[in-house]
């Protein structure tokens, strides 16, 4: 059976009903649910710029936060969702290096507040970059390398283009989570992904793909254990 990875956001209009999801369905890598159903100030720029004025979150900026660490501070690995700079950025207008410090600054300002919640585990950050540029994510985030302490980073996209990382990238990131249900995947990327899984046993490739068609699934996908499967993007708006 596949692994499912889940992007963060959920339908649903209660937090019990949020966490009970996850605690059914993601006890492998429970994630910090988002909904913005629920909460409309937390979608996920609204999300970040509530962290940017606190240093950190609270129930405004995420309403699931408190019933997560009652539930899960004992797992050994969680995982969190924030918009990241390059997406934050142009929403904003801004260039990202105007944008990173903050930005930084607010991974590092949750991390000590998960960890002052109990989270002991493994923190898994999810950074969300649907406007992911095939290059230059490294060199700002290569900084949050050994602040975070036992972090593992990964990129989510839900671009209909997927990027191709650089080498630095690659290295940087244990996770990538990317829409694989618009445009085939080609044998130049199963060659590609199927090299950075091999280098290290670890890393999860989380496969978007329709929840609602699994019919259509790519043999290859099905044949990586390190292959995790999850909806292209987040569940908020659809049927559970």
């Not at 692994?3 to 605690?23: C, D, N, R, T, Y």
């Not at 699994?214 to 993007?233: K, V, Y």
Request: proline share 8%; with cysteine; hydrophobic share 40%.
């Amino acid at each position: 059976m596949k692994l499912p990875f889940f992007v963060g956001s959920l339908p649903f209009q209660s937090v019990e009903k949020a966490i009970q999801f996850v605690k059914d369905n993601s006890s492998h890598l429970p994630f910090l649910p988002q909904l913005p159903e629920l909460n409309p100030q937390e979608d996920m720029i609204g999300q970040v710029l509530r962290g940017f004025e606190l240093g950190h979150w609270d129930q405004t900026a995420s309403i699931a936060l408190e019933a997560f660490q009652n539930a899960f501070c004992e797992s050994p690995r969680f995982k969190i969702q924030i918009a990241g700079p390059y997406t934050v950025a142009r929403t904003l207008s801004l260039p990202v290096e105007e944008i990173y410090p903050q930005w930084e600054k607010l991974v590092l300002g949750i991390s000590k507040q998960l960890r002052q919640g109990a989270f002991l585990g493994e923190l898994w950050l999810q950074i969300d970059e649907p406007y992911w540029p095939p290059k230059g994510t490294a060199y700002l985030l290569e900084k949050l390398r050994g602040k975070i302490a036992k972090a593992v980073l990964g990129i989510h996209s839900c671009a209909t283009e997927r990027s191709r990382p650089e080498a630095d990238e690659l290295a940087l990131f244990q996770f990538f989570s990317l829409d694989c249900s618009r445009t085939p995947f080609s044998e130049t990327e199963r060659e590609f992904w199927g090299k950075w899984m091999d280098e290290d046993p670890r890393r999860v490739f989380a496969w978007g793909h329709p929840i609602d068609s699994p019919q259509t699934l790519d043999p290859w996908a099905l044949s990586r254990s390190q292959i995790w499967l999850s909806a292209p993007c987040g569940l908020y708006g659809q049927s559970l």
